[in-house]
């Protein structure tokens, strides 16, 4: 009977259960968009009715455990979700004990930039590598660093919110309250803030024409059109994630840098921005780490969640040597 593990990948927006292989593959999916005000008991009862569906999908399987990735800050030592702004409620839950309370299988959780990491590392386009980073950059900045061959976890659990590393001083204010974060000049939301102020003030941009939304999709498409503000707004918004990826590439030195997030989508028109600002101030002995493509998309975390269930469950002494300390 094949094994599998169950990843759960909590979010504001959607929450999303997968059957995941041993070899990272999806065997099973489903997903719905979260009753994020509803609190923790509806939100859990989501999750359990979207893992029992995808275990009815499947032929019979052997479930050697139930990984969560969430977004954080959550103190996976402890289990219990410290601060989670998009959903209501979760402000100290102990969001663990209550899920093993509902699954007959073994729950491991973790914060959602570190379970992509993994799933980056282990399947990935991170896969044969010891050191590096991942980064996704969508509705904020959030990542996870693997360095050694180890899961750098921190205190509590908690490392890797890289999208509150300060780039600007006393810059434009992010949504954890602090002022010139990497979050609040980076993330696709911030892009989108951004095109939709300078928009307003352009009068030969095709932006906004006849009421269409100014989002990053929208810039991306208009700048394909040769849009000429379009087309700045992109290469501003690869400089600045070139300049915090370079920070990021000084303190860890990774071997790659991994991106993933809504705005990867785009990755082939920002990677040329990225690339050149690394190129020119990461210092020489750091400029050419490579900056690359999420290979697992959006189920990173997915699979990085499911990734941890078989890990719990396997012996230490079996467990391959590269993730022997995951």
């Known amino acids: 009977m094949q094994q599998v593990a169950i990843g759960i990948d909590l ?95 073994p729950v491991s959780l973790e914060n959602d930039g570190i379970a992509a990491a993994i799933g980056e590392w282990q399947f990935g386009a991170g896969k044969g590598h010891v050191n590096l980073i991942y980064v996704t950059v969508s509705t904020g900045i959030g990542g996870g660093i693997i360095t050694d061959g180890r899961v750098l976890r921190g205190r509590k659990g908690m490392a890797g919110h890289i999208g509150h590393m300060s780039i600007v001083p006393n810059g434009e204010l992010c ?8 979050e609040a000049y980076g993330s696709g939301t911030a892009f989108a803030l951004r095109a939709q102020k300078r928009a307003g003030e352009s009068l030969d941009t095709i932006l906004g024409r006849d009421g269409a939304p100014i989002d990053s999709r929208g810039v991306f498409a208009a700048a394909r059109r040769g849009d000429r503000l379009a087309n700045q707004l992109i290469d501003e918004e690869a400089e600045i994630l070139g300049r915090g990826l370079t920070s990021l590439i000084h303190i860890f030195s990774p071997d790659l840098v991994v991106m993933g997030g809504g705005l990867s989508h785009e990755f082939d028109r920002l990677h040329p921005g990225i690339r050149a600002y690394v190129a020119r101030w990461a210092m020489p002995a750091f400029n050419d780490v490579r900056v690359v493509r999420a290979a697992l998309g959006q189920n990173s975390g997915l699979v990085g969640a499911a990734a941890l269930a078989f890990l719990a469950g396997m012996p230490l002494q079996d467990q391959p040597a590269v993730v022997a300390n995951i």
């Open 11 to 105: 979010g504001g927006t959607q929450v999303r259960a997968a059957l995941v292989s041993e070899r990272g593959t999806v065997v099973a999916q489903a997903e719905e968009r979260t009753d994020a005000t509803a609190g923790p008991d509806r939100v859990l009862s989501q999750i359990l009715d979207l893992a029992e569906g995808v275990l009815a999908a499947a032929t019979p399987l052997s479930v050697v455990g139930v990984g969560v990735s969430t977004p954080g800050p959550v103190d996976t030592i402890a289990g219990v979700a410290s601060d989670v702004p998009t959903l209501a409620g979760f402000a100290g839950f102990p969001l663990k004990t209550e899920l093993q309370k509902r699954f007959p299988f």
């Open 175 to 182: 949504p954890c309250g602090n002022r010139g974060c990497f």
